[in-house]
């Protein structure tokens, strides 16, 4: 259960000494029980309250960390059934099983995909994070693993022989490897070694009661870090996924408070099948999903759908403030301004760079909002822009001085002239898609 503010507020010295940067005790505490703020900011609390409200307040689904310090992958940790509720934190891991009885050049091939399908959207680059090496006895299980472990990617070990697992771990403990996997049989010994190297494990189970026995046991032995797997058709897969978000959410049972695993290829042949597979896992609640291989066509719609389930509803996504050359422009170049909403600075740059005319680009921080919006809340405005061209110094690059203002606020011409003085304001076309005729028109007056 979320703590309360007024809980949290009982454990502070009530002083209201200002030291962690909130005017009172109160006040820190609502922050600490909204998640934005850390308890260990109030240097008078007794590390023994640290430790208690650490642990009421940890998330019912437990973070799993791995792939290498500079690119960490971190599992689980979601709070809410339904992005709406507040907004889930960490997106799936998504990547490619490499087997040993491939073909050396399938293998190569494969880890090549992995690290060079990456696209670039609203200024994040989407990517593959995550790759399990399956030991199917052909001997290539440990040459792969040093290949892989290369990659700086999460590493799934898909093996159950302990002696080739002990091999592999120390050739990729950086990446803090995944042990796949732990069920009825074997969990003891599986167990024992994910224990000695301090690793995740997976926990396999045909249904949520053995996945429950099994993770229960594992925790006993010392393991902390557990992934569920539940084994099955996608019809008792999606069912169980649901049951288990319910049950660790909700019903706070903690043996199912783990990230889960999905492998979409082990239930169909069909790759078109098993991509729509992913994209189901991806909406609930896969935290990490296997596909037997990786093809443009399947990779980028299920990135697109991370990148939209797993961006904050209520955070509008946001191009840093600055100047932005694009093409390549001279003294000679105009200015675009715009607000810094992501979707706007891709269109918009995007169309100039159509146009094959350089142009610099003004982003104005209106706290990620559409011109319109940021117009009528008062934050694109005559007097915006004009501190903005002012402060960043544009008149350094171009003695042009020309100011293209999006189409849709016309209305601000006239006041950003006199805030302005000696540059030339134009207004631009109300649609991005206009732009590359708008600036011919414009280089030809
Ligand atoms: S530092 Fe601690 S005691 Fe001081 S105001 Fe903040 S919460 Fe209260």
Known sequence: MAL???????????TNCKECGFPTCLAFA??????????????????????????????????ISIGKDNEKINLGGETVMFRHEKTFYNSPAIGCIISDSMSDEEIDNSIKNTIDMNYD?????????????????KGKFIDIVKKTSQTAKGLILMSQNPSILNQAIPLCKDVNPIL??????????????????????????????????????????GVENIILYPEG???QVYKNLILIRRAAIL????????????????????????????????????????????TGEALFPLFLERLNIFTDPQKPMATPEGIYEIGKPDSKSPVFVTTNFSLTYFIVSGEIE?????????????????????????KFNAETIATLVKKSKIEEKTSNKTLILPGMVAQIMGELEEELPGWKIVLGPREAAHIPVFLKDLSST
């Open 180 to 221: 796949f996997y732990a069920d009825t049989v074997n969990y003891q010994e599986m167990g024992s070694i994910a224990k000695q190297f301090s690793v995740p494990i997976v926990v396999k189970g045909k249904s949520i009661d053995e996945l429950v026995d099994i993770s229960k046991k594992i925790a006993e032995m």
């Open 233 to 235: 058709s996608i019809n």
């Open 30 to 63: 609502m922050q600490i029980a909204m998640g934005k703020e850390d308890i260990k900011k109030c240097p008078h609390v007794s590390e023994e309250t640290k430790a208690k409200l650490l642990q009421e307040a940890a998330p019912p689904m437990k973070v």
């Open 354 to 378: 159509n146009s094959k005319t350089g142009a610099y680009l003004l982003i104005q921080d209106a706290e990620g909002l559409s011109v319109l919006t940021a117009w009528a809340a008062d």
């Open 4 to 14: 309360k503010p007024l809980d949290i507020f009982k454990l502070l010295p009530k």
């Open 251 to 294: 019903g706070k049972i903690k043996e199912l408070g783990y990230p889960v695993l999905t492998i979409p290829t082990f239930m169909t042949d069909d790759y078109l099948k098993e991509t729509m597979y992913a994209g189901n896992f991806i909406a609930k609640y896969g935290g990490i999903i296997l596909l037997s291989k990786l």
């Open 121 to 137: 959207r609203v200024g994040v680059t989407l990517k593959s994070n995550i790759i399990g090496i399956k030991d199917d006895g």
